[in-house]
């Protein structure tokens, strides 16, 4: 088993846990009368990512990937399910089991990748004709990403979308495929965006932000205050005030800038070294995997962890609109905390592989 990556993920997943009660005390005392209402609900996921993790290190994942195929049309029934499902914040982005919430996004992304590894490293799959590159994967995928835009998830289409981009490329698609697929995909979004007015005003805070980024919306400028704050070494451990109802989402989607107003730049140091190791140990898996599908599949995982940590955090800095993606591993969220624990599972499963050599 890969060890660096495995105690990467560890050291993540234990920052986030201090980092989710840190961020999260006040507001959770304020609303449910306990300090620890967040990190239990926290725990409890983490012990369920943690059983489903050892169980998908242990089976044969080429075996059981071709059951991807009916899981995924399911995932499109739970998409669609959120829209008869309270708002929430405005957004149908979630289904509502007792006093748990699932997010059917973070499901989809997963079961894209492993469906994609499948069925593109079938042999009788050839992915330089154009007809077959279409069909099925995208009326299914194309279907799933419609559905998460209009939750609205314009975050979660994008990390999903760029990722299955590159699963396309490294699998030997054409660029001229990919070229017919990506440019009116691109038209659409503009459509989308500047005529219909979908995220429109999100777009507008972000174009203000890039000369000045306290012109912003609200959340970058307190996110950007927070980091602010901070400096080099942090105002300390707990010791935060854009928490104090300043700073909206400081434990999920903003996570890194209350990190950032806690620990400094050093302690966000730490963590993008700790994303960098993940990230690097990922792409030394998928180069020695024995086969397509296990290249194909642990580039993808690889890829999409990479995705939605440049999202976050370019969110976070004012480099990119506003968008709710969460940081993996640390920000507060059942469902992707369990689909980040199961993702590096599998790649630590791939690592295991006969003729796997990673140092």
């Known amino acids: 088993m890969d060890r660096k990556l495995l105690y990467s993920t560890v050291a993540l997943i234990g920052i986030g846990m201090v980092m ?35 169980v998908v290190m242990k089976i044969d994942l080429k075996k059981y990937a071709a059951y991807s195929v009916p899981l995924i049309f399911i995932s499109l029934a739970l998409l669609a399910l959120v829209f008869v499902m309270p708002a929430r914040n405005g957004s ?8 748990f919430t699932i997010q059917p996004s973070e499901i989809f992304k997963l079961l894209v990748i492993v469906y994609l590894a499948f069925s593109l490293s079938q042999k009788k799959r050839d992915i330089t004709n154009l ?3 279409l069909l099925p994967y995208v009326p299914l995928i194309g279907a799933g990403l419609m559905l998460i835009i209009l939750e609205p998830g314009l975050g979660s289409a994008m ?21 017919v697929l990506t440019l009116p995909l691109v038209g659409l979004v503009s459509f989308m965006v500047f005529v219909l007015g979908y995220k429109k ?5 972000y174009m203000s932000a890039i000369s000045d980024p306290l012109s912003g919306s609200y959340q970058v400028k307190q996110a950007v205050l927070a980091l602010g704050a901070g400096g080099i070494f942090g105002s300390g451990l707990g010791d935060g005030r854009q928490k104090l ?17 806690e620990v400094g730049f050093v302690g966000l140091t730490v963590i993008l070294i700790l994303f960098f190791i993940i990230i690097r140990q990922g792409f030394k898996i998928a180069l020695y995997q024995p086969d397509k599908f296990g290249y194909l599949l642990a580039m993808g995982i690889t890829a999409s962890i990479f995705t939605s940590v440049i999202i976050n955090i370019g969110v976070v800095t ?17 469902s992707a905390l369990l689909i980040s624990v199961i993702s590096v599972s599998v790649l630590l499963n791939l690592s295991r592989r006969k003729g796997v050599v990673v140092r």
Request: charged share 10%.
């Open 20 to 54: 989710v009660y840190s961020s999260s005390s006040v507001m959770a005392e304020n609303r449910f009368g306990s300090h620890f209402f967040f990190l239990k609900r926290q725990f409890i996921w983490l012990i369920m990512a943690g059983i489903a993790a050892w």
């Open 92 to 99: 149908h982005r979630w289904l509502f089991i007792g006093p």
């Open 131 to 133: 007809k077959q590159f």
């Open 159 to 179: 990390t999903i979308t760029l990722t299955v981009l590159t699963i396309f490329f490294l699998a030997g698609v054409r660029l001229y495929h990919l070229s």
């Open 201 to 205: 005003p999100r777009v507008i805070d």
């Open 245 to 261: 109802f300043f700073l909206p989402y400081p434990h999920t989607d903003f996570i890194f800038a209350s990190i950032g107003e």
């Open 318 to 334: 004012s480099l990119l609109p506003t968008t709710g993606i969460p940081l993996p591993f640390i920000s507060y969220g059942g």
